[in-house]
């Protein structure tokens, strides 16, 4: 019998790479290789950009958000497949309790988040200490009632998901499905709330990519910040449809539990942007 056949008959299903990796290795896939290309063609996407501004442009202006537009589907596509194939399409088959191995994935996973975030935050003190902070184009009402209106709608979604983790732990189907739909529609409300604020700062302020070091610094880790976000939101509403699904119960919940490591790990970072960035430029600490 080959390794594909043995894959077949161990998981009932047929991923794409199997032929290709010896035996003992007969859950590799495509679908993170697709996931990763499109995540890279993030920051191809925003190089290409920065290229094409200015009156010595490299490429077209517009090569930039075509392939950040492109890069978001090819995202998108391989986050689902890598999820449904992992996690979602034998999910009645598998044997209740939690999967450590998940946890442990996310909480290696959220280290590296850390490190990159980190890297960012780095980049911001250094600019401010080192003394490249002057004229610093810094709009009027910079930490304004949006700010402070997004930030209290992203706690609030934090409290949603906790509590909607604690009734489906209790048994509270009903309270469960709630409380993730609000979690859900509050993130969206996040997201808006960003774009907004991208175009009034853009459109209004004069703010752009490029613009100098204050521009950098915002637009990278609001925008980092952002892209996490709009992930977690696709995250939790794949929960949300696999919890009305019926595929969740207060025995089987791991994938609940990691998504809400992950939010509440947005959530904090958001927290120290809006303290460190906004309120750091504003006060000019």
Known sequence: MSVADDSTDDHGHHLPAVEDWPKGFGEASWWPFVTALGASGFYIGAALYVLGQGSSELVGPTVGPAVLVGSTFVFLAGLYGWVYH????????????????????????????????????????????????????????????????????????????????????????SRFLGLLVTTLVLGAVFIAGQIYEYYEFIVHEGLTFSGGVFESAFFGLTGLHGLHVSLGAVLIGIVTWRAFKGQYSAERHTSVSTVSMYWHFVDAVWIFLVVVLYAGAVINI
């Open 86 to 173: 992992a996690f979602v399409k034998h999910f009645w088959s598998r044997e209740t309790g939690e999967n450590k191995a998940l946890r442990w994935g996310m909480i290696l996973f959220l280290g590296t988040e850390i490190a990159t975030f980190g890297a960012g935050f780095v980049y911001y003190f250094f600019i401010r200490v080192g003394g490249k902070w002057a004229g610093a184009n810094v709009p009027e009402g910079f930490l304004g009632a949006l700010v402070i209106a997004n930030t209290v709608i992203l706690v609030i979604s934090s409290f949603t998901l906790h509590y909607a983790h604690v009734a489906l732990r209790n048994n509270n189907r």
